[in-house]
């Protein structure tokens, strides 16, 4: 059987001329693989962009990528050039889909508002669509509600985030893999061996902006300042207030450092020497980086949307209403449960974990989304 992807995923070219994408969307595909005699990744190629540290290479031989040319931004200009781009971008998925059995598109994402559409009404291959956004987004972009409310209204299956109430009979709950096996085994030793005392000290892992809430991040460490409990702040990513961040933190004299993007290895050893991980950002569907904290003792401090709080009610700390006053009150009272709390906190979060392995997605795809 051959599977089409077709997503948004960034893809480059490293020193070595290999082609590189995006880590989680790359891992996934790579432990999908086995399964499929070929899988077509119909993603973005950014040819002359260097390739961040998060970006890997494809380890399976039978995944191919079909490069499509970055279209999108923040500009008028940009998001026209989308509109433009629309007949390459439909005759590489049309040619594409004709080599394979069953398709999955990845959304919600600028193509979608007209790729979504032209699945729905112009091809009648098997397939699935991913909403990885925030199904619940009560004032969600214009594009991504669309892509949403047409979803609803198509009778293939989409797997979402969360459990919700009048959840459409084709919306399927479905984790986002991004474990494997051994990386369980390695997580739980590791959260045998944590000690969950002061100095506590903290990571983010994500895009640095307002919109993933690092400003409140700052915001809550600088009213924990002097604070002896507080230990060191980790961020990994970047952004566009990465330098306007890591000001702040250096002329308050926060211990905080930023680190840029990490191999996932360099991730994991973070995670294994901290002991939260915040995201307290504005609209989420289930971020991975929340279930790989989780897997190393990271006991998750985030923000009560979409599909969160389904997760961590029992293995971490919800921020309601999302400021940085409620913040740092979360990371304060987070501080002062105890060792004996956090550590059942910690073992609570790991034993969640195992729905998040690649095993568990795999075995998902082939018998409840192919079959």
Same mark, same amino acid.
């Given at each position: *059987? ?65 490069? #499509? ?16 781009? *629309? ?15 069953? =398709? %999955? ?56 985030? /969360?459990?919700?109430?009048? %959840? ?5 709950? $479905? ?10 085994? #390695? ?18 892992? /994500?895009? #640095? ?48 450092? =930023? ?16 002991? =939260? ?53 979360? *990371?304060?009272?987070? *501080? ?19 729905? $998040?392995? =690649? ?9 409840? #989304?192919?079959?």
């Amino acid at each position: *059987m051959k599977l089409a992807i077709i997503s948004h995923t960034n893809h480059y070219t490293n020193s070595s001329d290999t082609i590189v994408g995006w880590g989680p969307t790359v891992s996934e595909l790579n432990h999908l693989a086995p399964h499929f005699e070929t899988i077509y990744h119909v993603a973005v190629l950014h040819p002359f962009l260097e390739a961040p540290a998060s970006a890997i290479p494809y380890t399976a031989h039978n995944i191919e990528l079909v490069p #499509l040319q970055p279209t999108g931004g923040k500009t008028a200009l940009d998001k026209l050039r989308i509109i433009s781009s *629309m007949p390459e971008v439909l005759s590489t998925i049309r040619n594409t889909l004709r080599k394979v059995d069953v =398709f %999955q598109f990845r959304g919600p994402t600028g193509i979608g508002v007209y790729v979504i559409p032209y699945l729905m009404w112009f091809s009648s291959k098997k397939g699935w669509f991913k909403y990885a956004g925030n199904w619940n987004q009560s004032h969600a972009p214009f594009a991504f509600a669309l892509q949403r409310w047409l979803l609803k209204q198509q009778s293939r299956k989409v797997t979402i985030n /969360g459990v919700w109430p009048a %959840q459409p009979q084709q919306c399927i709950s $479905f984790e986002n893999p991004c474990l494997t096996m051994a990386e369980r085994t #390695l997580g739980l030793e590791v959260i045998q061996k944590k000690t969950y005392e002061d100095p506590f000290h903290f990571c983010f892992v /994500g895009r #640095l902006d307002d919109a993933k809430g690092v400003h409140l991040i700052v915001e809550a460490l600088l009213k924990l300042k002097g604070a002896s409990s507080v230990g060191t702040m980790h961020f990994i990513g970047d952004g566009p207030k990465k330098e306007t961040y890591k000001k702040t933190c250096e002329t308050n004299a926060i211990e905080a450092v =930023f680190h840029g993007f990490l191999p996932r290895e360099n991730v994991f050893k973070i995670y294994e020497k901290c002991h =939260f991980i915040l995201l307290p950002s504005k609209s989420e569907g289930f971020p991975k980086v929340i279930a790989e904290g989780m897997n190393f003792g990271c006991i998750p401090i985030a923000s009560n949307v979409s599909s969160i709080g389904q997760y961590i009610r029992e293995s971490g700390f919800l921020v309601h209403p999302v400021n940085g006053q409620v913040l740092s009150d979360v *990371m304060t009272k987070a *501080m002062n449960c105890g060792a004996y709390v956090l550590q059942e906190k910690a073992k609570a979060g790991h034993a969640v974990t195992e729905s $998040f392995t =690649f095993e568990h997605y795999n075995n998902r795809v082939l018998s409840e #989304l192919i079959r």
